[in-house]
Nanobody
Framework: QVQLVESGGGSVQSGGSLRLSCATS????????MGWFRQAPGKEREGVAT???????TYADSVKGRFTVSRDNAKNTLYLQMNRLEPEDTAMYYC????????????????????WGQGTQVTVSS
């Protein structure tokens, strides 16, 4: 059974920080492309960051320098450290896994990902 479970969302003020976690199974975490996507009300789903088993992350331009994606292979867990949060970051954040090796364009192609978590809400107030 494939499971991806996000946690760590919440409400913070502008400039604050949050750390999201995505716990998943070993079989899909070990070699798959992992990613974070987000969707705000009335907007399309957009990529935030992707990463392969090696630490080779790709970030959306809107979060570069503020967000950091990482993974703990021993715990089969994906993380997203979000610093200097802005109201524009408010969205439901989803963890995803794809049965492929990440490319720099995977962040723009959510349709390529095979498994998705249920999401965790992030709300940033001014």
């Amino acid at each position: 059974q494939v499971q991806l479970v996000e946690s760590g969302g919440g409400s913070v003020q502008s400039g604050g920080s949050l750390r999201l976690s995505c716990a998943t199974s070993r079989d899909i975490f070990s070699t798959n492309c992992m990613g974070w996507f987000r969707q705000a009300p009335g907007k399309e789903r957009e990529g935030v960051a992707t990463i392969n088993r090696p630490d080779s992350p790709t970030y959306a331009d809107s979060v570069k320098g503020r967000f950091t994606v990482s993974r703990d292979n021993a715990k089969n867990t994906l993380y997203l450290q979000m610093n200097r949060l802005e109201p524009e970051d408010t969205a439901m954040y989803y963890c995803a896994s794809g049965k492929f090796w990440c490319s720099s364009s995977a962040i723009f192609s959510p349709g390529l990902f095979d498994y998705w978590g249920q999401g965790t809400q992030v709300t940033v107030s001014s």
